[in-house]
């Protein structure tokens, strides 16, 4: 029974009567036999939470508050624990009582830099105007596709280079499934030789430490920003006590980036027996893959291939792999944040130390990677580390996979020299500029990379170039602007994002952003009381969102002042 009667408690002479239902919002038995059917035989642990609340928004394109409470119930946690969940992460739509129902159809426009500046704004006008009230449009941060601005997604299909033609065209057909891939495919990459460098591990061929000290050769860093050293971090791992596990990281949410889904679209395999031969040198049994819920075409391919290999093991005693769906929010990409989602948390980032390769996922060592990371440690096996070291230009060595988007004539994952300048890199990758559009200034690593001006084109772009500057190159997300544009706009649009995406843990970030979005909306900036609250986010901020949200309004006082006058 899910409620029962009171009954009555004789103590004494006096009768006490006896709570068996909850306080607050009783199970609705409806509710609990949905909740019940959509879960199935899947497992109740704690931490397939979200994976469960994706299965509710998705079937009834919303949660409400009787779902939440059956959910939790059926898993055994506290309300409270489901509701901070499931209202921390934007694509769950939790419907509170008296809220109406959103539209069964949503259609979301990104407005961040890139698709800003490709007339974003006017999109969103227009879609709200012509679509009435059968559909809800949503603004929406960088979902992954800036080459291809301004993008909306239709459901879960995107529309690139979209306009209101375009997305009225889908939603007069219904197409709101992700668009089908056509990837190397499981059975291709083994024809090819795939998993062979992998085979060859497992077989002895390869010893540990000589596969270790290629990684180290190569100087391959790691690709999702802090540009750890692979080899290094494998070792500092694989001296951490077993069971250790891996968390791998694709939710790249920063503006600008999109290299990642760039590689997983055209040979996902690869980075596959990569993130296994990785398991192998460090001594990993289980893999966790955390995925950007944007990538829904992806997640739909790697669902299918991993099955595949599950089906059709290159080697024995196969790691377990699970593949696990981010819900929206940027923060994750921190990977203690990261980590906690993965367990079925809010996506908080995780006071140091203890650092996540000593007390990691379900506090295990844990080896978190970036997916470019291991993308490329095949080709370093297969090929020696002089694949890498053998490219390079300025005295850096290495390369680079650069997501350009923004005013030039070929935006897109251009494969790089380390050291690249910037305007070798427009002229050379790029195609140059559009024309009527003079280069004027570039964000060199996304939106928390901070701004460089055109004059600052001939820098080497490389981990530790751009730091005197003020900048990083980060996951080496460029977006480049025009004389069309202002960078004290592009700083706010920057500014704007962080404050969305704060997941409000501490004060000087959650309140600092908000704080400078507001002064920076105005028409004169209050230069020293910005450059007092920036020096309190990059102090006191607990993560690298903190840290980094000032760059771009610092840049702007630095290198722009004219816009500011």
């Given amino acids: 029974m899910i409620d029962q009667p009171i009954s009555a408690q004789k103590t004494g002479k006096k009768t006490k009567l006896a709570r068996i239902t909850s306080k607050g919002r009783q199970i609705n038995p409806k509710a609990l036999a949905e909740v019940r059917q959509l879960l199935g035989d899947a497992s109740r642990q704690k931490d397939l939470l979200i ?135 499981f059975e291709q990459y083994l024809a090819n030789g795939g998993y062979t460098i992998y085979q060859q591990c497992i077989a002895g061929q390869h010893d540990v430490n000589n596969v270790l000290d290629m990684m180290d050769d190569s100087g391959l860093r790691g690709l999702g920003g802090a540009g750890f050293p692979v080899g290094r971090k494998w070792r500092i791992v694989r001296d951490q006590p077993a069971p250790r596990l891996m968390a791998v990281n694709i939710d790249e949410g920063e503006p600008g980036t999109f290299k990642d889904k760039y590689y ?124 890498f070291t053998d490219h390079g230009r300025h005295g850096r060595k290495g390369l680079r996979s650069f997501s350009v988007s923004g005013r030039v004539n070929k935006p897109g994952v251009h494969l790089a020299p380390a050291g690249i300048t910037m305007r070798e890199l427009i002229d050379e990758y790029c195609g140059g500029m559009l024309e009527g559009h003079e280069f004027y200034g570039y964000f060199p690593g996304g939106a928390s990379g901070g701004i460089l001006p055109a004059s600052l084109g001939d820098i080497p772009l490389d981990f530790d170039t751009l730091n005197e500057y003020g900048c990083f190159i980060g996951s080496a997300a460029v977006i480049v602007f025009s004389d069309k544009d202002r960078a004290r706009d592009l700083a706010v649009n920057a500014m704007h994002f962080f404050e969305d995406e704060s997941c409000g843990q501490c004060t000087p970030c959650r309140v600092g952003t908000a704080k400078a979005v507001t002064l920076m909306k105005q028409a004169k900036w209050d230069e020293p009381l910005l450059e007092e609250l920036s020096q309190v986010m990059v102090d006191a901020s607990i993560c690298g969102l903190g840290q980094a949200a000032p760059n771009p309004l610092r840049c702007v006082v630095k290198y722009f002042p004219e816009e500011l006058k």
């Fill in 264 to 387: 997983l679209d055209r040979d996902p395999h690869c980075f596959l027996e990569g993130m296994l031969i990785a398991a192998w040198a460090v001594g990993i049994d289980e893999i966790y893959i955390y995925l950007r819920d944007e990538y829904a075409a992806i997640r739909v391919m790697l669902e299918q291939e991993l099955a595949k290999l599950r089906a059709h093991p290159p080697v024995q005693n196969l790691p377990t792999i699970y593949l696990r769906r981010g819900a929206g929010a940027y923060i994750c990409g921190e990977e203690s944040a990261m980590i906690e989602s993965i367990e079925g948390k809010r996506g908080m980032p995780r006071l140091r130390p203890p650092f996540v390769a000593q007390v990691g996922l379900f506090g295990r060592p844990t080896l978190e990677h970036n997916m470019e990371s291991l993308y490329w440690v095949r080709d370093i096996l297969e090929k020696g580390p002089q694949c």
């Fill in 51 to 185: 994976e469960h609340l994706h299965k509710i928004q998705d079937f009834y394109k919303h949660i409400s508050a009787n779902h939440l409470v059956a959910l939790a119930y059926e898993m055994k946690l506290s309300r409270a624990e489901v509701y901070e969940v499931a209202t921390f992460y934007h694509h769950f739509d939790v419907i509170k009582e008296g809220d109406a129902i959103p539209a069964d159809l949503t259609v979301r426009v990104c407005d961040s830099m890139s698709c800003g500046m490709a007339g974003a704004e006017d999109l969103v006008s227009s879609l709200e105007s012509a679509m009435g009230e059968k559909v809800r449009v949503q603004r929406v941060p960088c979902i992954g596709r800036c080459d291809k601005a301004p993008v909306a997604v239709v459901g879960m299909h995107p529309v690139e280079f979209a306009d209101v033609q375009k997305v009225d065209e889908l939603v007069e057909k219904g197409v709101t499934e992700p668009e089908t891939l056509a990837p190397i495919l």
